[in-house]
DNA sequence: CCTACCGATCGGTAGG
DNA sequence: CCTACCGATCGGTAGG
């Protein structure tokens, strides 16, 4: 569309317009491997799945990744840069350390809960990535994990959190990341109750000191 | 030990002291088969591994369980019936809330952290479960929640807690179950102040209402 | 990206 | 509980 050229000679005009180009295709696979990783689990997803679900012949993912694991370690950087894009559009302007927890919660949720797939992959096949691909995962995972660090520590300084500690933060990481495994779209609860609900837990305004 | 009869012929004494007996053979293929299902997950466990791990031969298993899925129910009840046990010798005589909650959390963070790992396959390897073998595994599961809920329930009329919805129930269920993926004993922090802070986590006795 | 294929491995079984 | 084995399936590749 942006691209068309308005040239002189008729030009290929009825190029085949069902061929999307090698980008799409790519990214074709991994929300669809993603999807499939995270029900069935990457062991029980089979290539032959992974290939049915795009509509190609079983052996033709290779043509795009090198191998299962390769696959895997795209879909959790996948998972994780659009996690880093959506944390930070979501603090983006924001002051005010509540009003930034309040962001990353429901930004965190929207993630793991809504359309992709690949962030809550990453939660729980980490078991099945290779050693060898986990530093790479990690270095990405680690900038994302740093965000919610600062603003905890920023919350303590508030005096609306007790504390700040690294136990704390892993408290409320299960506390968001189980929500994959009961929260079902249109199950009676939206995602801004869960939310509220999540936020209400883990900051005690009123009590400086509790007990 | 119990049945042995004191009978007037010599018997036979010297019955190969090292044959277990088949009760023993099971849990043990149980134990092992648990520890691999949440090392590597169940898909990725092979019988081989199994049989490997309690010194039998690629088909012996089978004489025990009828089927690897056979083998996942019951590792998961049980854990499930260990974790029920536990439950009920932490709450016994217990009369406040605060104090039933305190042992419910303890006992749940030592039946996922400490020694089995049956328990925690039944967290996080549901999804392997065939849907013939759930509903039986629910219904010991509904049992061993719905102490839970009771407690959550005391606690809320107690004024210790503000809300003993099923949200709050599943938040909390989330921040005990995720400690599983990132405690390692001796990493610093010991069981029981995991459990503490948890219950800080939960309890806010000064604010009957937030915020 | 397809066709055709391979070696390896897996869950499970028969027969003792 | 072992031996010996089978059919099915899987990740991956060569050659186009």
Known sequence: MARSREGTKPA????KAAVPDEGNRR?????????LFLEKGYDATTIRDIADAVGMRSGSPFYHFKSKQDMLKAVMIEGLQSALASQEEAMAGLREPEEK????????????L?????FP????????LSGESRAEVIAV?????????STLKELKKAGLVNDDS?????LLFGALNWTVQWYRPGGGLTLDQIADHMIDFVLCPDTPKKR
């Open 166 to 170: 690294k136990v704390v933060r892993l």
């Open 12 to 15: 290929p005009r009825k190029a």
């Open 114 to 118: 809504e359309d992709h797939a690949e």
């Open 101 to 112: 927890f309040r962001a990353l919660v429901r930004s965190h949720l929207r993630i793991i």
């Open 27 to 35: 990214s074709e696979l991994i929300r669809k491997a993603g999807r």
């Open 121 to 128: 992959v990453l939660l729980y096949e980490w078991r099945a």
């Open 141 to 149: 995972k680690d900038r994302y994990e740093a965000v919610w660090q």
